[in-house]
């Protein structure tokens, strides 16, 4: 399977124009292929071919006096632009049609040149290579510093170069890995995904909730506070534009850094893991969107996922509409939803005294028949 491995980049002064050239260029390609399509429809004519296009707006352009900075960069990174903004409307053409899954996709859009992020794609032709030295050596920019955190697995196929809103930039190598099957483990849990707890695991454990956004919001606000009164236009308001990125960007990555951990760990441990499938989006429009999105489920799960598939473990999605906090995980009788603030009850039939979270991720577990003896849920209720 193909897997990202990113790295951060530190170019020099030359290297940042460089690049910076190199973005510049890769955006007007995708900006003129963009108005060439447009200017079709518009006119009532098929759209113009791949390789039409790439003639018009790089071949022949290289050769006008308004675009002959083209020549400067690497034919490589404009091609993989114009390629970018095909699969663009490819996506948008199988998103109108309905052979997409997912939400919609909106029509290809024009690129800024005041976007804070921006991306340009070498792949294997342009001739990159990692220096002897550990360098990442680009065409047409030169030797760049990297900051290796780990070895590549493989030969990597391409690598994109990023800048990010923070102004920091970035090399992410796909490259292709094998398995890593893991020793088989006895333990198998299932996952509560909550905002009082991030998670609560079927075997009692409960992981606290970082809350990273919250506890970085008193930093966020002086820093949004100090942008705002900046003059628009300002060198001074650039400045402060990038504090309040960079301040996004450490919440960001301490999240990241806490769900890598925290998955590595669950896969390490369980050899099946079940979690059910919330409805991410939905939460997001209510009044906790904030703590739904400081918490990151989603991405948390998809870490678990593909880190099972790579380590050989068993993963498993529960249904959302599940009933996981209506039924008792002893004896399998559903007594009806309860109000959040309900943490602990007693089962009506059992007298069990149940934790509202570990019983929910009990139920999780017995949905994916991950727990001892389970062959049908939920069990059929007790007949008085």
């Known amino acids: ?33 963009l108005r060439a399509r447009k200017c079709a429809r518009d006119q009532g004519l098929p759209y113009p071919k791949v390789g039409d296009l790439s003639k018009r707006v790089i071949t022949e352009a290289k050769k006008t006096e308004a675009r002959a900075w083209l020549g400067e960069v690497s034919a490589v990174v404009l091609q993989q632009s114009l390629r970018d903004l095909t699969t663009a409307y490819s996506n948008f053409f199988a ?62 196929s391409t690598v994109t170069v990023i800048k990010d809103a923070a102004g920091r930039y970035f090399a992410s190598f796909v490259v292709e890995t094998e398995p890593e099957t893991l020793p088989e483990v006895t ?7 909550g905002l009082g ?32 009164r900046k003059a628009k236009g300002s060198n001074n ?8 990125a960079r301040a996004h960007a450490q919440v960001a990555d301490a999240r990241r850094e806490f769900h890598h951990q925290l998955s590595t760990q669950i896969i390490r441990e369980n050899q099946a893991i079940a979690v059910e499938d919330l409805a991410v989006k939905g939460l997001a429009r209510t009044r ?28 498993f999605r529960i249904g959302r509409f599940e009933p996981t906090s209506q039924v008792c995980s002893a004896c399998g009788v559903q007594d009806g939803p309860k109000p959040l603030h309900i943490r602990v009850w007693t089962c009506a039939a059992c007298g069990t005294v149940l934790d509202r979270d570990i019983n929910a991720a009990v139920n999780v577990a017995k949905a994916a028949g991950l727990a001892a003896g389970a062959r049908r849920w939920p069990p059929p209720p007790r007949s008085s």
């Open 95 to 156: 998103s109108m049609k309905g052979t997409r899954r997912g939400p919609k996709v909106a029509e290809p859009r024009f690129k800024s040149r005041k976007d804070n992020r921006h991306t340009i794609r070498f792949t294997a032709n342009a001739r990159w290579k990692i220096t002897p030295g550990q360098d990442l050596s680009l065409p047409k920019i030169g030797d760049v510093r990297v900051k290796w955190s780990r070895a590549l697995p493989s030969i990597p």
């Open 187 to 193: 333990p198998q849990v299932g996952i509560d995904l």
């Open 288 to 315: 906790l969107a904030k703590s739904v999105h400081d918490a990151g489920w989603s991405s948390f799960v998809a870490m678990l996922e593909y880190k099972a598939q790579i380590h050989g473990r068993k993963f």
């Open 1 to 33: 399977m193909q897997l990202r491995y990113s790295f951060r980049l530190y170019p020099n002064g030359p290297q940042r124009a460089a690049l910076g050239r190199a973005f510049g260029c890769a955006r007007v390609v995708f900006n003129d292929a």
């Open 197 to 228: 707890h991030f998670a609560v695991l079927s075997d009692g454990r409960k992981i606290d909730a970082p809350r990273f956004l919250r506890r970085a919001e008193k930093k966020l606000k002086r820093e949004q506070r100090r942008l705002s």
């Open 237 to 244: 308001r650039g400045k402060a534009r990038i504090k309040v």
